[in-house]
């Protein structure tokens, strides 16, 4: 089913080349499937492309949690804290501090 999905996502994808959430759902359906790396790859170009796209950095840093790569979870943690005082989103800037304080114990 999960191959299914990527392809559905892929294919609206290639109809709305500029949809950021299709992109991002597209990362986390690769994450379900195991490919983490490829995963990891599509959001740190997309947050290199699109910085404000928030709930990117929370996912990223889960994944990067997820590989034993601390120092780079924590890294995106931090960027995404910053990026969410110039957005405005103190809901997701308390839960990158949170996740941050967690890999950081």
Same mark, same amino acid.
């Given at each position: 089913?999960?191959?299914?999905?990527?392809?559905?996502?892929?294919?609206? *994808? +290639?109809?709305?080349?500029?949809?950021?959430?299709?992109?991002?759902?597209?990362?986390?359906?690769?994450?379900?499937? !195991?490919?983490?790396?490829?995963?990891? %790859?599509?959001?740190?170009?997309?947050?290199?492309?699109?910085?404000?796209?928030? $709930? %990117?950095?929370?996912? *990223? $840093?889960?994944?990067? +949690?997820? *590989? !034993?790569?601390?120092?780079?979870?924590? $890294?995106?943690?931090?960027?995404? %804290?910053?990026?969410? *005082?110039?957005?405005?989103?103190?809901? +997701?800037?308390?839960?990158?501090?949170?996740?941050?304080? !967690?890999?950081?114990?």
């Amino acid at each position: 089913m999960s191959v299914e999905r990527l392809a559905q996502l892929k294919a609206m *994808l +290639a109809e709305e080349p500029g949809d950021l959430f299709l992109r991002y759902a597209i990362a986390l359906e690769l994450k379900r499937e !195991g490919n983490m790396e490829q995963a990891i %790859s599509d959001l740190e170009t997309m947050l290199h492309e699109h910085p404000d796209h928030i $709930a %990117s950095y929370y996912q *990223l $840093a889960i994944m990067l +949690a997820d *590989l !034993g790569r601390t120092d780079d979870a924590i $890294a995106v943690c931090k960027a995404g %804290s910053l990026r969410c *005082l110039v957005t405005g989103d103190r809901k +997701a800037r308390a839960e990158l501090m949170e996740l941050q304080n !967690g890999l950081e114990e």
